[in-house]
């Protein structure tokens, strides 16, 4: 079974920076693309960020490019998300996912989730 488990989150200020892990176990890491999701409080689960198994593709919601960047550490299980120039509309409840490798973008490409850790940016 996949376990999933997010860290990092908090409340920082307009401007700030916050790194989250999503530290993944069981079925083997590495062969899985991996994603971060967000939701905020009355609206939908939206995409945020993707990277495939090898680490070597990544992808972005246009609403982060630039301010937020996705790696991975095969050896550690672990997925990050580092968040720079956090705004107060990126408050949010972020999930990291596994892939199923039929695509990035869609919560349809993802099978297994976290249990998310909230992000508060006040401003």
């Known amino acids: 079974q996949v376990r999933l488990v997010e860290s990092g989150g908090g409340l920082v200020q307009a401007g700030g920076s916050l790194r989250l892990s999503c530290a993944a176990s069981?079925?083997?890491?590495?062969?899985?693309?991996m994603g971060w999701f967000r939701q905020a409080p009355g609206k939908e689960r939206e995409f945020v960020a993707a990277i495939s198994w090898s680490g070597g593709s990544t992808y972005y919601a246009d609403s982060v490019k630039g301010r937020f960047t996705i790696s991975r550490d095969n050896a550690k299980n672990t997925v990050y998300l580092q968040m720079s120039s956090l705004k107060p509309e990126d408050t949010a409840v972020y999930s990291c996912?596994?892939?199923?490798?039929?695509?990035?973008?869609?919560?349809?490409?993802?099978?297994?989730w976290g249990q998310g850790t909230q992000v508060t940016v006040s401003s």
């Open positions: 069981g079925q083997s890491f590495s062969n899985y693309p």
């Open positions: 996912a596994r892939g199923r490798g039929t695509g990035y973008y869609s919560s349809r490409d993802y099978n297994f």
